[in-house]
């Protein structure tokens, strides 16, 4: 069973920063692209970011330059850094990630559950 799990989430002042993580765990063979999306209130998801194999990165216009997203393969976990935050940032932020847990299985697209990000005065 293949488990992904965010941390780092919380309540930030507008300006401020927050470091984001996902760590994938269970059996895995190969994981391809990462991504992060959030999702706003009343909004529906959007993609923020995506690292692929080969640390390619492409970002939303509206992050990029504020934040940046890094894998570590070793460990099997992406991060999101988030810098400059803007209270329009507020929104729950979910790691995918496109995997394979053996060398003859499909690409999966996996989700974690989330983690709260609210940026606030």
């Known amino acids: 069973q293949v488990q992904l799990v965010e941390s780092g989430g919380g309540l930030v002042q507008p300006g401020g920063s927050l470091r984001l993580s996902c760590a994938v765990s269970g059996s895995i063979f190969r994981i391809n692209v990462m991504r992060w999306y959030r999702q706003a209130p009343g909004k529906q998801r959007e993609w923020v970011a995506d690292?692929?194999?080969?640390?390619?990165?492409t970002y939303l216009d509206s992050v990029t330059g504020r934040f940046t997203i890094s894998r570590d393969d070793a460990e099997n976990k992406v991060s999101l850094q988030m810098n400059s935050l803007k209270p329009e940032d507020t929104a729950v932020y979910y790691c995918?990630?496109?995997?394979?847990?053996?060398?003859?299985?499909?690409?999966?697209?996996?989700w974690g559950q989330g983690t709260q990000v609210t940026v606030s005065s």
């Open positions: 690292i692929n194999s080969g640390g390619s990165t």
């Open positions: 995918n990630a496109d995997l394979k847990q053996s060398r003859w299985s499909a690409v999966r697209s996996t």
